[in-house]
Structure formats: C-alpha cells, structure tokens
C-alpha cells in the first residue's frame, strides 16, 4: 500500500462514519457533497469530513482506494457505501437511517 492508501484506510478504520468530499462539512465546495453533508446532518449522524480538494494525493488515492470516480464517497464502520446518488436513494427509502441505527451510529 502507498503511503496515502495506508492513510486513507486508517481514517476509514478508525473513525465510525467518514465523508470524503469537496470542502468542509461547514462550507461544501460542491452541490453533491452539500447534499451528502445535509443528509448525515438531517440524520444526526457524527461524521468526519475529510477535504480531497487539500490534496491531490487524497482526491485520487480515495477514488483508487475504493475503484469508484467520483466524489463524495461515505464510510460507515469501514464500509464503502457508495457517492451523493447512493446515499439520497438510501435516504429517501429509510435504508440509509437503518443501516446508521445496525451499525450503532445513529
């Protein structure tokens, strides 16, 4: 594993919920990770907000870590769980809320 790989999979082991996305949870830097952030935020969900615009290292390392392109990615306990499209689907049909509440994060 490179150096930011080794990273990336630290801050997805050992944080419950992670948000990769562009900008901060406070100030989005995009309509999609907007979107992500107000869905965890409607939720309650504790999540950490990791910035991949500071960085080209952690904006392409998170898209290789997970094989997925695009960005916001949500982690839930060290599980992938899919971009801004995913979670809204999620979210509308309650599943995004129940997987929260089994993982013992909501």
């Known amino acids: 594993m490179t ?3 080794t990273w990336i999979d630290n801050e997805v082991k050992t944080n419950d919920v992670v948000l990769f996305m562009k900008g901060t949870p406070d100030m989005p830097m995009c309509g999609f990770s907007g979107r992500a952030t107000q869905i ?3 939720l309650g969900v504790p999540f ?3 910035d991949v615009l500071s960085s080209n290292d952690i904006r ?3 898209k ?3 094989n997925w392109p695009t960005v916001p990615q ?5 599980e992938f769980v ?7 689907e999620m ?3 309650g599943e995004l809320k129940t997987l929260m509440t089994e993982k013992g994060v909501a």
Do not use: C
């Open 3 to 5: 150096d930011i790989a």
């Open 82 to 88: 899919g971009g801004s499209d995913i979670m809204m």
């Open 60 to 62: 392409q390392g998170i």
């Open 64 to 66: 290789d870590y997970t």
């Open 74 to 78: 949500l982690y839930v306990k060290g």
């Open 91 to 93: 979210f509308q049909s």
């Open 40 to 42: 965890l935020q409607h």
């Open 48 to 50: 950490k907000g990791i």
